[in-house]
């Protein structure tokens, strides 16, 4: 990357992909695909983006710390096993090469834009299921909500990881599925915990990728800036925005894009 247009798509780039995550998800969606239209290799795209897009993931955490409040012992399980996870992934992804991981583009962007188009359904299943579980509680039948042990719920966290430190697109629904499958508690707590992991797993990932020679750095911290400023402005906008129309958006980009990278 040497001139300025370049860098202002960069960074238009990273704008859309933090006020995406702020709003309704899906960032890397436009992040990747935006680094590879540059020319820099998909690998290096990835790590970059991934690098890049990390800081706002805190962000995100921060802002629902206040329901994490009870969570000490979930957290103590899962943050670390999406540490591994991301960890994992990160390998894994420096572990494949250049054209393998290339030919994984267009498939691994149409799981991300299938699970974007399900969490619409997602949360409305879980919000009948714990509705469910706190009507099974009162008849007595059951534990209080909340007090579901968290034991197994590491396991599918892990392998939910590394899928998030090998690509990410998506992680966020995977987790919010395996949580509200494992553990009895409200969509917001369980949404809260669900932030905590994503930023472990990031974290994790990232740091990996900082000691590489993968990142395109003039590129990440141009998108990094920008993705704050992005999720910042999203945020002030998350109550006059749909999110569902967004996600919708993200999702037609995300097709179109994988349709790209598998023409000939």
Same mark, same amino acid.
């Given at each position: 990357?040497?001139?300025?247009?370049?860098?202002?798509?960069?960074?238009?780039?990273?704008?859309? &992909?933090?006020?995406?995550?702020?709003?309704?998800?899906?960032?890397?969606?436009?992040?990747?695909?935006?680094?590879?239209?540059?020319?820099? #290799?998909?690998?290096? *795209?990835?790590?970059? =983006?991934?690098?890049?897009?990390? !800081? +706002?993931?805190?962000?995100?955490? @921060?802002?629902? /710390? +206040?329901?994490?409040?009870?969570?000490?012992?979930?957290?103590?399980?899962? $943050?670390?096993?999406?540490?591994?996870? +991301?960890?994992?992934?990160?390998?894994?992804?420096?572990?494949?090469?250049?054209?393998?991981?290339?030919?994984?583009?267009?498939?691994?962007?149409?799981?991300? =834009?299938?699970?974007? /188009? &399900?969490?619409?359904?997602?949360? $409305?299943?879980?919000?009948?299921?714990?509705?469910?579980?706190?009507?099974?509680?009162? *008849?007595?039948?059951? =534990? !209080? =909500?909340?007090?579901? #042990?968290?034991?197994?719920?590491?396991? !599918? $966290?892990?392998?939910?990881?590394?899928?998030?430190?090998?690509?990410?697109?998506?992680?966020?629904?995977?987790?919010? *599925?395996?949580?509200?499958?494992?553990?009895?508690?409200?969509?917001?707590?369980?949404?809260? @915990?669900?932030?905590?992991?994503?930023?472990?797993?990031?974290?994790?990932?990232?740091? @990996?990728?900082?000691?590489?020679?993968? $990142?395109?750095? !003039?590129?990440?911290?141009?998108?990094? &800036?920008? /993705?704050?400023?992005?999720?910042?402005?999203?945020?002030?906008?998350?109550?006059?925005?749909?999110?569902?129309?967004?996600?919708?958006?993200?999702?037609?980009?995300?097709?179109?894009?994988?349709?790209?990278?598998?023409?000939?």
């Amino acid at each position: 990357m040497t001139g300025w247009l370049e860098y202002a798509l960069v960074a238009i780039a990273g704008l859309a &992909a933090g006020a995406l995550n702020a709003l309704a998800g899906g960032g890397t969606l436009i992040s990747f695909p935006a680094l590879t239209a540059l020319g820099i #290799p998909a690998v290096a *795209a990835n790590v970059t =983006s991934t690098v890049a897009l990390c !800081p +706002g993931y805190l962000g995100a955490a @921060l802002a629902q /710390a +206040g329901d994490l409040r009870g969570q000490a012992g979930r957290l103590w399980l899962t $943050v670390p096993a999406g540490i591994l996870g +991301g960890v994992a992934g990160g390998m894994l992804l420096l572990r494949t090469g250049e054209q393998s991981f290339r030919a994984a583009v267009p498939f691994l962007i149409l799981l991300a =834009s299938a699970l974007l /188009a &399900a969490q619409d359904r997602l949360r $409305v299943w879980m919000e009948g299921r714990l509705a469910a579980g706190r009507r099974h509680d009162g *008849a007595g039948a059951a =534990s !209080p =909500s909340g007090t579901k #042990p968290a034991g197994w719920t590491a396991l !599918p $966290v892990g392998l939910a990881a590394i899928y998030g430190g090998y690509f990410g697109a998506g992680l966020s629904v995977i987790l919010l *599925a395996v949580l509200g499958l494992t553990l009895e508690d409200s969509l917001t707590r369980l949404n809260a @915990l669900k932030q905590a992991i994503t930023f472990g797993v990031n974290v994790a990932a990232a740091t @990996l990728f900082v000691f590489t020679r993968h $990142v395109e750095w !003039p590129a990440a911290l141009v998108m990094a &800036a920008a /993705a704050l400023l992005g999720g910042a402005v999203g945020g002030r906008f998350a109550g006059r925005v749909r999110p569902g129309t967004l996600r919708r958006a993200v999702v037609f980009i995300g097709v179109v894009v994988a349709i790209i990278y598998l023409a000939p």
